[in-house]
T-cell receptor, first 112, second 114 residues
Framework: KAGVTQTPRYLIKTRGQQVTLSCSPI?????VSWYQQTPGQGLQFLFE???????NKGNFPGRFSGRQFSNSRSEMNVSTLELGDSALYLC???????????FGEGSRLTVL | AQSVTQPDIHITVSEGASLELRCNYS??????LFWYVQSPGQGLQLLLK??????LVQGIKGFEAEFKRSQSSFNLRKPSVHWSDAAEYFC????????????FGKGTRLSVIA
């Protein structure tokens, strides 16, 4: 069974631009969560989607948004990029009620 | 709200030595507890998990962890460390319902020396 796939793996943007990251969950997993990982803050929860509905949201500004499609694939978008948005963005999928996350390899975003 | 503390930021052990990584959690009910490992530039891989039952759980790569409710701890152990175990280790706690996000500790970086 294929794992969680995230694209792109690496990207460089400049301040003020926007970025869209994509995540394809494990087949059959309907829940997708996103985390931001930075050296200073560690892993911080962004949001979780289940059956195309946002079920939980972390403490991030409105510049961070996401969505989930009917095939469970998910995207997250960051608008008006700031230097502090440089991070590894991790997507994880899970089955309903399992509590166990399966992570992708992440998208490394660098904002210049 | 749940929280996780990993007191050790960085640990160095000799290859073949035993290892224990500490994890303390705060949660009002019975927690779901996890240990994940992350190699440089990679995502997180699940090592083991505790949901209920036997408080000593076995994981992959020879790791085990013990849940101690009285100490709010879930320490990770390995009897003999291999050089390939060098990585960052994260403890996480969840509510168990699957409807609330996992909260992660800040991680412990493990270095292995010859």
């Amino acid at each position: 069974k294929a794992g969680v796939t995230q694209t792109p793996r690496y990207l460089i943007k400049t301040r003020g631009q926007q970025v869209t990251l994509s995540c394809s969950p494990i087949s059959g997993h309907r829940s997708v969560s996103w985390y931001q990982q930075t050296p200073g803050q560690g892993l911080q929860f962004l949001f979780e989607y289940f059956s195309e509905t946002q079920r939980n949201k972390g403490n991030f500004p409105g510049r961070f948004s996401g969505r989930q499609f009917s095939n469970s694939r998910s995207e997250m978008n960051v608008s008006t990029l700031e230097l502090g948005d440089s991070a590894l963005y991790l997507c994880a999928s899970s089955t309903q009620g399992s509590g166990e996350l399966f992570f992708g390899e992440g998208s490394r975003l660098t904002v210049l | 709200a749940q929280s996780v503390t990993q007191p050790d930021i960085h640990i160095t052990v000799s290859e073949g030595a035993s290892l224990e990584l500490r994890c303390n959690y705060s949660y009002g009910a019975t927690p779901y507890l996890f240990w994940y490992v992350q190699s440089p530039g990679q995502g997180l891989q699940l090592l083991l998990k505790y949901f209920s039952g036997d408080t000593l759980v076995q994981g992959i790569k020879g790791f085990e962890a013990e849940f101690k409710r009285s100490q709010s701890s879930f320490n990770l152990r390995k009897p003999s460390v291999h050089w390939s175990d060098a990585a960052e280790y994260f403890c996480a706690v969840g509510a168990g319902s699957g409807n609330t996000p996992l909260v992660f500790g800040k991680g412990t970086r493990l270095s292995v020396i010859a």
